[in-house]
């Protein structure tokens, strides 16, 4: 399988008003035509992207969001995550504010990858798709559903499934039909996501949010369905996780006392076990040695999109101000060490369900042979003696055998007129000898025929003995003929007998079958 590094992005905001207000210096800045950072007065940074703060929602989608999407609809896992301190633009980058309120152009990354999604669906007839979405926050290192918000913590677990692949089992999921209703969902979640005022950020989001997007797309196999045979399809399952980390803090920044203090300092233990996991991962030194995913809610969370088999892009958000220079140096640094994460990104065919509809199929036809055999065996037995059809087949023959016999009395009849009547005139006229020789013909053909008629049926005395002739012939015919049936007869009963054996053993396939189904 193919290493594919994961994709690290920087995205610098612009100044807020209150910073410009307070004239705060510009710390970090983007080097035009290049994929480099310089923070402070020298220190360069390079990623695979970079966003400086004239950078529209639309290029960051384009350039880093919608290669995944694709992936996501080949088949590929997919995981976009925001990562910065408070304030920095994760929730403004990812999408996940008041979505409803926001203009077109500012539009984040959530609502954008839902249209391309419809999109994309709307032009692939051939698919079933199935989407589903769900939403969930890690709070405090426990799980909420955003969805619904009655399901008790405690109901919520993180599991593996038997591909190795993390999901949380209880979470509700939604199966949604357009863009709007995922838009609506996404509005509630966000509604109910643990948010509250900071020093730093009006809105700061208090807890790590994950908005999981899955497509389950069906494959028509379309010419097989015009034929009216097997309905032939293949499923993949995928899913897009956007993840809008919580942000990292100092408490002293962010003036948190009370319940704001506790928040942070969960928000900061959950961020620095990701960052344990960035560094495992990334440090080539420690490759084979323990990656500490189980440390906190979101790592385990984030298995499979970090060292798993995800594609995956992370938004690192820095401000510029001067007065956050060090954390943004350090979202820097945390940035350049998840460059060297490489994940193995794989297609989520399921062939075990392919299997399962190929032996279905194959019980669906075995059935069918079976009724219709036995249907076949029990109109046969329903008759005491040979069955329906070979009867019916056997007075047809019969009616078919008395209409030649009238057609050949009608042309013996015929020929025995011309012969008396060519012997008189033969008499009478005097013909010359090619004419003879035709008539001589004619004659020694016509004694032939009465000559082979004979050995044929023998007591047949001429053909000219119109009264006994036709009596003997037809008794002759019917002999021939019924031995003609009994043989066909026998040959009826040995495919009667063929078949049934053939049932025996579609029978036991069949078992065998159903066996290996339950299986
Ligand atoms: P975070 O989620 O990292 O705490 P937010 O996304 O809430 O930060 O952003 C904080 C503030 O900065 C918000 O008012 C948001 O509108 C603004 N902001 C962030 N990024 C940008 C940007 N690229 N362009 C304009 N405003 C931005
Ligand atoms: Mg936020």
């Not at 799980?143 to 190795?164: N, Y």
């Not at 293949?234 to 993840?243: A, T, Y």
């Not at 500490?292 to 970090?306: F, H, N, Q």
Request: glycine letters at 6%; a negative charge.
């Amino acid at each position: 399988m193919e290493e594919v590094p994961v994709k690290v992005a920087v995205r610098i905001r612009p100044l807020l008003c209150k910073e410009v207000l307070h004239k705060h210096q510009v710390c970090v800045r983007d080097i035009p035509n290049t994929q480099q950072i310089i923070i402070g007065r020298d220190r360069v940074f390079t990623f695979d992207f970079v966003f400086g703060k004239n950078s529209t929602q639309d290029e960051v989608y384009n350039i880093c969001i919608k290669p995944l999407v694709l992936s996501l609809i080949e088949g590929y896992n997919a995981t976009v995550f925001a990562y910065g301190q408070t304030g920095s633009g994760k929730t403004y980058t990812i999408g996940g504010g008041h979505v409803a309120s926001v203009v077109e152009g500012q539009k984040g990354i959530i609502p954008r990858a839902i249209q391309e999604i419809f999109q994309s669906i709307s032009e692939n007839p051939s698919i079933d798709f199935k989407i589903k979405v769900s939403y969930i926050e890690v709070y405090k290192e426990d799980l909420r559903d955003l969805l619904e918000l009655e399901t008790s913590m405690k109901d919520l677990h993180i599991r593996e499934d038997d591909k190795g692949n993390t999901v949380i089992v209880g979470a509700k999921e939604c199966q949604v039909e357009s863009v709007d209703e995922v838009m609506s969902l996404l509005e509630v979640g966000n509604a109910a996501r643990h948010t509250s005022t900071t020093q730093m950020n009006e809105h700061s989001s208090r807890s790590h949010a994950i908005f999981t997007i899955s497509i389950c797309q069906v494959e028509k196999n379309t010419e097989a369905a015009e034929d009216g045979e097997w309905y032939s399809h293949r499923h993949i399952v995928s899913k897009f996780h956007f993840v809008d980390l919580a942000g990292s803090e100092r408490v002293t920044k962010t003036g948190n006392t009370g319940e704001r203090f506790k928040e942070s300092i969960q928000i900061n233990s959950g961020l620095l076990a990701l960052g344990n996991v960035i560094s495992a991962l990334g440090d080539p030194r420690r490759k084979s040695s323990h990656i500490p995913y189980r440390d906190a809610k979101i790592t385990r969370l984030l298995k499979d999109s970090l060292g798993g088999s995800a594609k995956t892009v992370m938004i690192t958000c820095v401000s510029p101000s001067s007065s956050d220079f060090d954390e943004s140096l350090n979202s820097l640094k945390y940035a350049n060490r998840a460059r060297n994460i490489r994940n193995k990104p794989s297609l989520n065919f399921s062939p075990e369900s392919d299997r399962m509809d190929e032996m279905e199929f194959e019980i669906k036809l075995l059935r069918e042979a079976l009724q219709s055999h036995q249907a076949s065996i029990s109109q046969t037995s329903q008759t005491p003696s040979e069955g329906v059809p070979d009867q019916n087949r056997i007075h047809s023959l019969e009616e078919q055998v008395s209409q030649l016999q009238e057609e050949c009395l009608g042309y013996q009849d015929c020929i025995e007129q011309a012969f008396t009547f060519l012997v008189d005139l033969k008499d009478a006229v005097r013909l010359n000898q090619k004419q003879q020789h035709k008539l001589q013909e004619w004659f020694s053909r016509t004694q032939e025929v009465r000559k082979a008629v004979l050995t044929q049926f023998p007591g047949h005395q001429s053909i000219g003995n119109l009264e006994e002739g036709p009596q003997h012939c037809a008794l002759a015919a019917d002999q021939v003929l019924f031995t003609q049936k009994e043989l066909e007869l026998e040959e009826l009963r040995s495919q009667v007998q063929l078949m049934v054996q053939e049932n025996k053993g579609h029978a036991v396939t069949l078992k065998e079958a159903q066996k290996m189904n339950r299986l």
